[in-house]
């Protein structure tokens, strides 16, 4: 699975659906991708991106979940 190619507000929206997906809480999953909460707050607010190593930490988590994570990637890449 590969998410470089998205942009804001996608990548946002993507990242909170496989937070909830996850049942985790912003803090929870900021340190499980190794980054502050802050970070992961503003990407789920669309006001910055994820750096390249938190994409692929993001990307990992997507593979973990298999097709639940392949449909994810797909609903987010079907928005318009």
């Known amino acids: ?11 946002g929206d ?4 496989l937070r909830l997906e996850l049942n985790l809480s912003q803090e ?9 909460f802050i970070s992961l707050n503003r990407w789920e607010n669309h006001k910055t991106m ?3 190593l938190a994409r ?3 990307n990992l ?3 973990k979940l298999e ?3 392949s449909k994810l990637i ?6 318009p």
Request: glycine content about 4%; charged content about 25%; proline content about 5%.
């Open 1 to 11: 699975m590969d998410i470089t190619e998205l942009k804001q507000p996608v990548i």
């Open 14 to 17: 993507l990242i909170k659906a």
């Open 28 to 36: 929870k999953f900021a340190r499980e991708l190794g980054v502050s």
């Open 50 to 52: 994820p750096s390249h």
């Open 56 to 58: 692929q930490m993001i």
């Open 61 to 63: 988590h997507l593979e």
């Open 67 to 69: 097709d639940k994570g």
């Open 74 to 79: 797909n609903n987010m890449r079907s928005l």
